[in-house]
Structures are given as structure tokens and as C-alpha cells.
């Protein structure tokens, strides 16, 4: 019985852990936009949307799987 707690307590911090780092990274995404934004290059900004795109594409995908499991 303690040992289904244990396990239950450490998936609770692994996923908040992971939640968290993703808040970094779209934070670091955020910043980099805003760095493209101060560059003349209106290249590096279309390929930085695109990347942007992608990821939320991913992360919608991402979350539909996990429901319907």
C-alpha cells in the first residue's frame, strides 16, 4: 500500500516537473519571438512562427491523445 503512495507521489512531481518545463521553454520561445521582432531579417521571424506553429500543433495533438487514452 505505501509503495502504490510512493509511486502515485513521485508520476504527481514528474508530471508537474515536466508541465513547469515546458512553461520554460514556450517562456524562451517567447523571448526569442521578441528578439526576432528587434532584427530587421523578416525571415528569421516567418521561420520562428513557423516553429511556433508547429509546436502548439504538437502540443494540441499531444493532449487529444491523451484523452482519448
Do not use: G
Not at 505505501?2 to 502515485?8: G, L, R, S, V
Not at 520554460?24 to 530587421?40: D, M, T
Not at 525571415?43 to 502548439?56: A, E, M, P, Q, R
Amino acid at each position: 500500500n505505501k509503495n502504490k503512495m510512493d509511486i502515485a507521489n513521485y508520476s504527481c512531481v514528474f508530471n508537474w516537473e515536466t508541465l513547469t518545463d515546458l512553461r520554460h521553454k514556450s517562456i524562451r520561445v517567447l523571448i526569442i519571438l521578441i528578439h526576432a521582432h528587434l532584427y530587421p531579417s523578416i525571415l528569421i521571424l516567418h521561420c520562428f512562427k513557423c516553429v511556433l506553429l508547429l509546436y502548439v500543433l504538437f502540443m494540441l495533438m499531444f493532449r487529444k491523445k491523451k484523452f482519448q487514452n
